[in-house]
């Protein structure tokens, strides 16, 4: 079974912002994993309003994993590199980095839960797999753990928070796409 990791804060803000972290711990399950950069953006996160729940992604998501040989630093810079933009502080991009690093350089069966989809889409070219907040929410309906019309007032309310999906705007189109 994968380890499910959590490359960076999206999806952590967003089940904060539904204060539904349990609903999060209950589909990670044991199976959560994060790095020491995304641990630490989690707790600034804790002080925003709104997000003071985000600091359950500890106990779902145990303790971070660190960088531990020159291979894994060496590759976290040069992915981090290749995300950013001239400019940017050197910690931008570095949750991603970490984390693609770490599983790559120890041969981890891991999946991403992100909704960055720079992130995602460097993550599928490594071969990895990736869900979204959205994916997730679809996974609480499939289980039974809400239903379908609880998982789309989830998504009225990030929403609110300007965080939703493209491409499921409508009630219609979100049931259908849940009942697949």
């Known amino acids: 079974m994968s380890a499910l990791f959590i490359p960076d804060n999206t999806v952590l803000v967003n089940f904060a912002r539904i204060r539904r972290m ?43 994993l660190v960088p ?8 976290t810079q040069a992915i981090r590199t290749s995300f950013a933009r001239p400019g940017e ?30 992130a995602a889409r460097r993550a599928r070219r490594e071969g990895i797999v990736t869900y979204t907040t959205w994916h997730i929410l679809k996974l609480a309906v499939k289980t039974r753990l809400v239903t379908v019309e609880e998982a789309w007032q989830h998504v009225i309310d990030l929403e609110g928070h300007k965080r939703r999906h493209p491409f499921l705007k409508e009630q219609d189109l979100f049931f259908m796409w849940c009942g697949e």
């Open 68 to 75: 531990e040989t020159g291979q894994e630093h060496i590759d």
């Open 89 to 118: 502080p050197k910690t931008k991009h570095l949750g991603e980095a970490e984390t693609i690093a770490i599983i790559l350089n120890r041969n981890i069966v891991a999946a991403f839960i992100t909704d960055d989809e720079s």
């Open 22 to 64: 349990d609903l999060l711990r209950q589909l990670v399950g044991h199976r959560g994993q994060w790095c020491a950069t995304v641990s630490h953006e989690c707790d600034l996160s804790s002080h925003q309003p709104g997000l003071e729940t985000i600091v359950e992604a500890h106990e779902i998501f145990g303790e971070p």
